[in-house]
């Protein structure tokens, strides 16, 4: 990004911000009344009359029923949308709340609603306004999880989800230049207390940026390591990937099920554990393992293989994740598992 950081997005910038998207068909932008999504809106509108032909625009504002000022949030929406000649839909979050996690279900409920309104709109992406500083904050939140390389990797530009495309065009920015963007529009926004609630994990992240800043750990730096870690993790995938299919040949004529077990096992570790992820979303019915105990798992076999035992006897049999993982001298096979008992496959 050029500029510094509390300047106005001109026209030009957006032009840029948003180029990778402008053969698509059509847009839903995700706009909850709030200052990133505001700006959003305004820049996606200004960009898409810009261009002789673009995608079309559909505006949609989710109200998760959590608070009595939500509504008028989206009624105010509603009405600078139709000031930029954006057609807008309310979706509504409807049935009984959780008492606990509320901001992960929210999220859970936000995003089908998003998914179902864009492919009744015939949209193939929905635009959301993540920022740098959200990038920042989900690094040290993930960091603080013990994440692994893909984990703090964070969100990426482009995300597939629930049959359409997740886009997050402001993902380089800081979010002080969406509030000048907006002081220069005029357009006010809404203020969410639960962004400042220390109940919830990203405020009190959020409270701690300033000091980690000092000490140089700011969000620029915190995005920084969030895109080298997604391009370790995209060439780590790809190593991942001529591994499987070395294993796949190295079966020969035989029918013999699983992989070679002494050829898995002088891979890298990490090669290894990311195999082991594959095979155990592939295979299982709970779908994908905690990476801990893949790790935990990962470690077993390896001693295992040094154990004695004759050919062709198990030396580990281990349930993960509705797969079950049975090793023998020479052979690993990894394969669902019976279901429990009163469950379904």
């Known amino acids: 990004m050029s500029g510094i950081d509390d300047e106005p997005i001109l026209a030009r910038e957006a032009s840029r911000l948003f180029a990778d998207w402008k053969a698509v068909p059509a847009i839903l932008l995700a706009v909850s009344g709030g200052p990133d999504s505001l700006a959003l809106m305004w820049l996606a509108a200004r960009w898409r009359r810009a261009l002789k032909c673009g995608p079309a625009l559909v505006v949609a504002t989710v109200d998760h029923g959590l608070r009595p000022e939500a509504a008028q949030e989206a009624r105010a929406v509603k009405r600078l949308a139709a000031s930029l000649d954006l057609p807008h839909r309310t979706l509504r979050w409807r049935g009984a709340k959780p008492a606990s996690g509320i901001q992960a279900a929210a999220r859970a409920a936000r995003?089908?609603?998003?998914?179902?309104?864009?492919?009744?709109?015939?949209?193939?992406?929905?635009?959301?306004?993540?920022?740098?500083?959200?990038?920042?904050e989900t690094v040290l939140m993930r960091l603080s999880r013990g994440s692994g390389i893909a984990g703090l990797a964070a969100m990426a530009r482009?995300?597939?989800?629930?049959?359409?495309?997740?886009?997050?065009?402001?993902?380089?920015?800081?979010?002080?230049?969406?509030?000048a963007t907006l002081a220069k529009a005029g357009i006010g926004f809404a203020t969410d207390p639960s962004n400042v609630d220390p109940r919830f994990a990203r405020p009190r992240w959020r409270e701690l940026m300033p000091m980690l800043a000092a000490e140089g750990c700011d969000a620029r730096s915190l995005a920084r390591l969030a895109a080298r870690a997604a391009r370790a993790d995209a060439a780590l995938e790809r190593m991942a990937d001529g591994a499987e299919q070395?294993?796949?040949?190295?079966?020969?004529?035989?029918?013999?099920?699983?992989?070679?077990?002494?050829?898995?096992?002088?891979?890298?570790?990490?090669?290894?554990?990311?195999?082991?992820?594959?095979?155990?979303?592939?295979?299982?019915?709970?779908?994908?393992?905690?990476?801990?105990?893949?790790?935990?798992?990962?470690?077993?076999?390896?001693?295992?293989?040094?154990?004695?035992?004759?050919?062709?006897?198990?030396?580990?049999r281990q349930t993960l994740a509705g797969a079950v993982v049975t090793l023998t001298k020479d052979r690993l096979v990894i394969a669902p598992a019976p279901p429990r008992r009163g469950r379904r496959p």
């Not at 995003?111 to 920042?136: F, N």
């Not at 482009?158 to 495309?165: F, I, L």
């Not at 898995?264 to 990490?270: M, N, Q």
């Not at 554990?273 to 076999?301: D, H, W």
């Open 111 to 136: 995003y089908p609603l998003l998914a179902e309104a864009a492919l009744r709109a015939g949209a193939t992406h929905i635009m959301t306004a993540h920022t740098r500083d959200d990038q920042a």
């Open 246 to 316: 070395f294993l796949a040949s190295s079966r020969g004529v035989s029918d013999r099920p699983g992989i070679d077990a002494v050829a898995f096992s002088g891979l890298p570790a990490e090669i290894r554990i990311r195999l082991l992820v594959r095979s155990l979303t592939q295979q299982g019915y709970e779908g994908p393992p905690e990476l801990g105990k893949v790790e935990a798992l990962a470690s077993a076999l390896q001693l295992a293989m040094t154990s004695a035992a004759p050919a062709g006897k198990i030396r580990l």
């Open 158 to 179: 482009e995300t597939e989800r629930d049959g359409v495309v997740l886009a997050r065009p402001l993902l380089d920015v800081p979010k002080a230049r969406l509030l």
